[in-house]
């Protein structure tokens, strides 16, 4: 007895061995990237929002990310653990049917019945010098849309097709290190999470608007803030934050919510309870429902490939965005200037990847970006930016003298020359430079360096060895700061 219970014993772990195993190597295969201790410890640490992650990652997977479970059944059947039959191999045939049968459901190469937006032959302005003292200022950043999603969502207020042809990066593709970047223009790059150091907070965005132009700044967040250092960041640079923590308990079930977020639509009734436009405002705002899985108001979304789901959860965060510039633009007459850009980008198959962290090609790294004067109408698209100068861009907007007034570094000015570096989250995978007119990406598993203009067409592979070797050591200086 006691031996074949030893010997079920070895049976179990042999499984949970496999299954781990398992896991581990088809993460790397979906994301296109390595697991280290960094990423495990990460994982551990964040064990529960981890878990409920897992159903969408088994999603990610194609009908070859099955078959070595097919292979574990037919040479070590678990299941003679608990009988002493194996397992009839028409059953094992039968569930790989089913896989491929699902497989072909959940595919994502439908397309997507588009519509032109309702706004037309909108003017388009280049760049912009000043705006009027006491400008309201709205930052609205939605959760994993690249510049190319929202081409042709519907808006009665902007004509998003505006924004083909631009470029705005973000050096990380992770939302925390995103908004400290926004905030701070600091990237980080060297640290998977926020490092909060007292002399940066001074002289972040809020801090400044708040000591200099006695603005009040508050944070609406759909997400939680107790996550990768933001609750030891934000509540220091804010007057006030209002999380999804805070809205979950203040609300009690009126707004839904899923693992990493909840229904955006919490913000406009939050926006019309604290901002009344008697003191000029910063307000950043931070969506959710465009983060895997997808959330939509609509339940029957939840039948849809995730392709479809981005698509409507970002199309439900827009209706929102009109809803909030129609509510301003009847209740507050101080100009306003609201700004709209997300994250990150997000990934659907695109160079192998899936969902964000781990590619620097633009539908991870280029994010829209647009300015809209409310009261004015005015619509403002540079041609090119990063968000590590968005605070000095918008500081010199406002005349301040803490800024160096370097027009190179003001990306509303034509003087403008891009210099980003890029670096893929907790992961050596990939790390990229945008330098003038040219986009390198340098594959580390591989040693291979691409060169690329914006578009990321033209692409090249480097092969002289004095010319690569000078790319990727500035990549690396540059990507390590």
Known sequence: MSLKLNHNFKKCLRIIVFLILFFVLNYQWVYQTQIDFNLVGYALNNFVMMFHELIPFIKEWNIVHFFPVLIFFILFDPFLILSNHRVDPYVLLLILYFLLVWNSWSSDTIQLNQTPSKRTNQKINRYLDTIPKGTNIILIVLEGVSRKHILEINSNFIDYSKLNGSHFWIPMPHTSKSLYTWMTGESQLYNNRIESEKKVDEVSLPRVLKNKYSYQTQMIYTQSIYFEGMNSFFPNIFDKVWDKTILESKYNGKFDFFSWGMDDRVVLTEFKQHIDGS???????????????????????????????????????????????????????????????????ESFGEEGAHAHNYSLYNQEVDVPFLMYLIQSDKLIIPQVGSSIHFKETLLQLMGSDLESKDNHRNFLNSQYLPFLAFKTWNSEIQRGLVKEDKKYIYHSDRNILYEMDWDERDRKIIKDSALREKIVKEIFIESSK
Do not use: C, W
């Open 279 to 345: 003191k000029p405002f910063f307000l950043l705002i931070g969506l959710s429902q465009t983060h895997s899985p997808y959330f939509t108001i609509a339940k029957s979304d939840i039948s849809l490939n995730k392709v479809q789901r981005h698509h409507n959860a970002l199309e439900e965060n827009l209706r929102m965005v009109d809803d909030l510039i129609s509510h301003i633009r009847s209740n507050i007459k101080q100009e306003t200037l609201f700004i709209l850009t997300a994250d990150h980008g």
